[in-house]
């Protein structure tokens, strides 16, 4: 039987299968992409579907259902979620969603509709979903994921069950990731809040480059650091330098770091010259351009802009 569970979805997994003795229609998983929701729930639905499940709740891996499952062809199960092409879930698909729920059962009790990704319903959607819970039929059980609750309309929260997918014990997230050969990998699990299934989405030496001109900004390490990367969606980059700069005025104000604790001694450095009008300023801005760090635009250019600015921050 193969286990597509996290170390750390122990309690959670089986906080679920509890659940399914008074089972609601529509459950809400709350927790980040990297705890690994999509995995619970998929387990999850494969033992509600299960023709023969052992005395916990949990699959069986043998029975027909199991086998469909697995093969990603249960009659039950349907998977609402983005389409190619596409950047938000469409009332088309929730409109197949309705046909799929139109027909009862194939094999057993419970038809499953799993919505991915559900802050990725825009309004439209939304308000056709809510109509399918509102009245949904007896045998329909809705699973919700979700990266962030407060996206999501209201309504929709108010028809779930909701439930809040618990983070790793930092032992626990220490031990999955040692085998990874992630470079950096203890810095990447503070920066990502103990959450273990995160992409590095910048190299090694990019990494450093970037560490080194925000440590010690200068015109030199800015051309060092956009010459190493590709003119491409700054958005990760973005990230990384608001998450300094909150650092940067926590560590001025209280003395703590939240993400970059192995680079105290930068901001050791940074803290006393450090502008908080100018800091505040630049994080605004940073947070109005990762809304639009997708468009097409000369990204190089506007990154070397936004770290000169960041210099500036430390200029009397
Ligand atoms: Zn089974």
């Known amino acids: 039987?193969?286990?597509?569970?996290?170390?750390?979805?122990?309690?959670?997994?089986?906080?679920?299968?509890?659940?399914?003795?008074?089972?609601?229609?529509?459950?809400?998983?709350?927790?980040?992409?990297?705890?690994?929701?999509?995995?619970?729930?998929?387990?999850?639905?494969?033992s509600l579907l299960?023709?023969?499940?052992?005395?916990?709740?949990?699959?069986?891996?043998?029975?027909?259902?199991?086998?469909l499952y697995s093969l990603n062809s249960h009659p039950d199960y349907y998977c609402l979620s983005v389409e190619e092409d596409e950047k938000a879930i469409t009332i088309s698909s929730v409109r197949a969603t309705t046909e799929f729920l139109a027909v009862s059962t194939h094999l057993g009790h419970h038809k499953v509709v799993l919505v991915e990704d559900a802050n990725l319903l825009n309004i439209n959607s939304s308000n056709a979903l809510l109509k399918i819970l509102?009245?949904?039929p007896s045998y329909a059980v809705f699973i919700l994921l979700s990266d962030n609750v407060g996206k999501l309309l209201p309504t929709i929260v108010s028809r779930c069950q909701k439930y809040k997918l618990s983070v790793p014990d930092i032992s626990v997230a220490k031990a999955y990731l040692a085998d990874k050969n992630?470079?950096?990998?203890?810095?990447?699990?503070?920066?990502?809040?103990?959450?273990?299934l995160f992409n590095v989405e910048i190299t090694e030496?990019?990494?450093?480059?970037?560490?080194?001109?925000?440590?010690?900004?200068?015109?030199?390490?800015?051309y060092d650091f956009t010459n190493s990367i590709?003119?491409?969606?700054?958005?990760?980059?973005?990230?990384?330098?608001?998450?300094?700069?909150?650092?940067?005025?926590?560590?001025?104000?209280?003395g703590v770091l939240k993400y970059f604790t192995a680079y105290e001694d930068a901001f050791i450095d940074l803290a006393p010259k450090?502008?908080?009008?100018?800091?505040?300023?630049?994080?605004?801005?940073?947070?109005?351009?990762?809304?639009?760090a997708s468009h097409p635009l000369n990204h190089k250019l506007q990154l070397e802009n936004i770290l000169f600015q960041y210099q500036q921050v430390f200029v009397k």
């Open 50 to 67: 299960c023709e023969n499940p052992d005395l916990n709740g949990n699959y069986c891996g043998l029975c027909n259902s199991c086998s």
């Open 230 to 254: 590709e003119n491409k969606n700054n958005a990760i980059i973005f990230e990384f330098i608001i998450k300094w700069l909150s650092d940067l005025i926590s560590y001025k104000l209280t």
């Open 182 to 196: 992630i470079a950096n990998s203890e810095f990447w699990l503070t920066y990502n809040n103990n959450c273990p």
């Open 274 to 292: 450090e502008n908080t009008s100018k800091t505040f300023y630049l994080q605004d801005k940073l947070n109005f351009l990762l809304e639009w």
């Open 134 to 136: 509102e009245e949904p």
């Open 205 to 222: 030496e990019q990494f450093d480059l970037l560490i080194k001109v925000l440590s010690k900004p200068s015109v030199d390490k800015i």
């Open 1 to 46: 039987m193969i286990d597509k569970r996290y170390p750390w979805q122990i309690d959670d997994y089986r906080y679920l299968l509890k659940l399914k003795g008074r089972l609601p229609q529509a459950l809400l998983i709350d927790g980040a992409k990297g705890l690994g929701g999509i995995n619970l729930a998929n387990t999850f639905i494969q």
